[in-house]
């Protein structure tokens, strides 16, 4: 057959084609409402994208597997030393030594306060082999500068030879604890005092770090993390230069940490934006864009304490958006993270994840896997377009020191996040595991240590405190309470998980559980057929059990009597109405009252109630479980009812 047959066969797809199947699948219904979702920056993300025009490709720093780094964050020298030796042996070439007191380390992390405890730590570990991160406690930066330099002494190794980020970030310090030991003029000088005598001492590796977790695990937007990387970046900058740091070195002296998470499309649009926007920052100073130093780590934020397993799918999709997004190394956090010190298991299956991703699909063998797709590259676009207004908006009101001094990030940041916190209450932000298909009866997860009850109050916040609230500062002397009175106080950015609402209700089913031998129950009021209440009764179970309430399910019931026995007999105070909108309309009204007068204490139906709202509330249903709903508040009351 010649092309001209096949092409008269098989015409050449256009959109104005595709558009007009869509309008008859649609039936008349908005096109933007069915088919276009926003993101938390207002960014369209379409159904279909137009085959993009050539760029130039984004590269990460060598043409090489990107790094997989793991964590060196438990408190005993001699137990974190086997565990990293144990990682390094299973395929990771990078550590994170997160020394104790660190907000990273949740609570945990290395105590090493001299070079002996560091020595052992890493004895037999082959530092030029390798490539080691640095976090701190804040402000610790100067005094683990001088640690390592210490260590790399004593081995007899060359700091040049060497592959180390120090990982100073005195702007990502005031986001996270709201305060500085000492004004900002004088933090800035021995910032740049301390850069400059790492330079000086021959290390070539990064020694500030421009990390956006803190804004992240706050509920920044993606532009909104973005726009603190570069304002971040660019203060370094400045106080680099006027530190006597040439501006060459002086990028040479910066790295990027940016969160990826679950969410494929942006998590690659956004490491491939930041590439892009500071290679315009560096062209801006005069400089030929260079490929920077970009690290990545998978999200605080997605982890989850219920259902750890999903944390595995999690980290993985995030770990494979970051390395076609171009990060040069990639930490994943083990499963477990949420519940404590991972053990050596959680550990060699997020080290894993990237070895298979490394080895067994090559990623890394393509440059920038995604260029030339119309999705990615306009979203790439849009989100440096986004980010680029938003740094600066930044830049107007002084730089983000200013802006974090005012209050003006954490107030746009926490708009954000209330929009993203009625997300996760209506399910339209699910969590798997959480909010969708729970499982009520899983089976405890181990871990080294856990992490101690809260209390009351977030658990990332009492965690970060278990070090018994001391932090180094630039000087190594003052602890927060000095902080406070030595240098105002700006609102710290919260550190939140999106699964904690519904943590915190299962966690009261459990303490239910454990007083009285059973958890709050609903009973699920099936009626007609299984065809007819089937899946709004599974529906309805998924619903309630994600905030800990075990649902009590039947084969459905033929009349009211039974259904009022049924009732009775499962022990349960609440009840929930399931079946179709048919039976609905004839039957559940009397369904209601049965139950009320068998002693329901609260009746809920499954789905929208419609024109029947009122003959339903009269006859004793108090709420409706549908997709939409805030469930969050549902099982609130819900709770509270069965517990009563």
């Known amino acids: 057959m010649t092309d001209l047959a096949l092409a008269s066969e098989f015409p050449a797809p256009t959109r104005e084609a595709w558009s007009t199947l869509v309008e008859k699948v649609l039936k008349g219904a908005d096109f933007e409402k069915k088919l276009v979702s926003r993101t938390y920056d207002g ?152 850069a400059r005598g790492v330079i000086e001492a021959g290390f070539t590796g990064s020694v500030g770090r421009t990390d956006t977790r803190a804004y992240h695990e706050a509920g920044a937007s993606e532009a909104q993390e973005l726009a603190a990387a570069l304002a971040t970046g660019v203060l370094y900058l400045r106080l680099f230069e006027a530190g006597g740091i040439s501006l060459e070195k002086a990028r040479g002296a910066l790295s990027f940490l940016l969160v990826a998470d679950a969410d494929e499309f942006l998590t690659v649009a956004k490491f491939r934006a930041l590439r892009r926007l500071w290679a315009q920052v560096e062209s801006a100073c005069g400089l030929a864009p260079k490929p920077s130093r970009l690290h990545a780590e998978t999200a605080w934020r997605m982890t989850t304490r219920r259902d750890p397993w999903v944390n595995l799918l999690r980290g993985t999709m995030a770990a494979f958006s ?52 119309g999705a990615f590259e306009e979203l790439t676009s849009q989100l440096a377009d986004e980010a680029w207004a938003r740094f600066q908006e930044i830049e107007r009101e002084g730089g983000i020191v200013a802006s974090l001094s005012s209050g003006a990030i954490q107030r746009r940041i926490a708009e954000t996040r209330s929009r993203r916190e009625a997300a996760l209450a209506s399910r339209r932000d699910p969590l798997t595991g959480t909010s969708e298909f729970p499982d009520i009866h899983e089976a405890p997860v181990s871990v080294l240590i856990p992490y101690p009850p809260a209390s009351g109050e977030r658990a990332s916040d009492a965690q970060v405190r278990s070090d018994g609230g001391q ?3 630039a000087e190594g002397v003052a ?8 240098a105002g106080r700006a609102q710290p950015l919260p550190s939140i998980r999106a699964a904690e609402a519904y943590e915190r209700l299962r966690d009261r089913s459990d303490a239910f559980l454990a007083k009285a031998g059973a958890r709050p129950r609903v009973f699920l009021a099936n009626l007609g057929p299984i065809a007819a209440f089937s899946a709004r009764a599974t529906f309805a179970k998924n619903a309630f059990e994600a905030g800990g309430i075990e649902a009590v399910t039947n084969d459905g019931f ?63 249903v108090t709420g409706f479980v549908f997709v939409g709903c805030n469930l969050l508040a549902l099982l609130e009351a819900a709770q509270a009812e069965a517990a009563a």
């Open 471 to 473: 932090s180094p500062s």
């Open 322 to 373: 970051a390395g076609i997004g171009g990060a040069d190394s990639i930490t994943v956090l083990p499963f477990t993270a949420a519940l404590g010190l991972p053990d050596g298991f959680a550990r060699r299956l997020a080290r894993n994840t990237q070895t298979i991703l490394l080895e067994e699909t090559n990623l890394w063998r393509v440059a920038d896997p995604v260029a030339g797709s």
């Open 43 to 194: 960014i369209r993300i379409q159904p279909l994208y137009p085959k993009a025009e050539p760029s130039a490709p984004v590269r990460r720093a060598e043409h090489a597997p990107w790094r997989v780094a793991q964590k060196v964050d438990h408190p005993d020298p001699t137990e974190a030393n086997a565990l990293a030796l144990a990682d390094l042996e299973g395929g990771a070439d990078a550590l994170v030594l997160t020394l104790a007191g660190a907000r990273t380390g949740r609570g945990f992390g290395l105590k090493a306060g001299s070079v002996a405890e560091l020595d052992r730590a890493l004895s037999g570990v082959m530092l030029d082999l390798i490539s080691l991160s640095v976090e701190t406690a804040p402000y610790g930066g100067k005094i683990a500068a001088q640690l390592i330099a210490d260590l790399v002494a004593h081995r007899g190794h060359t700091p040049g030879d060497l592959n180390v980020d120090f990982g100073l970030d005195p702007a990502g310090d005031i986001a996270r604890i709201g305060s500085s030991p000492l004004p900002w003029p004088e933090l800035s000088k021995k910032f740049a005092d301390t």
């Open 558 to 620: 033929g009349n009211f009597d039974q259904l009022a026995a049924a009732f009775r007999e499962s022990g349960a105070r609440l009840a929930c109405i399931c079946s179709s909108d048919e039976i609905y309309g004839t039957h559940a009204a009397q369904a209601a009252s049965a139950l009320k007068n068998a002693g329901a204490a609260a009746i809920y139906l499954a789905g929208r109630p419609g024109e029947i709202e009122a003959a339903l509330r009269e006859a004793g």
């Open 479 to 486: 602890a927060p309470s000095d902080l406070a009175l030595r």
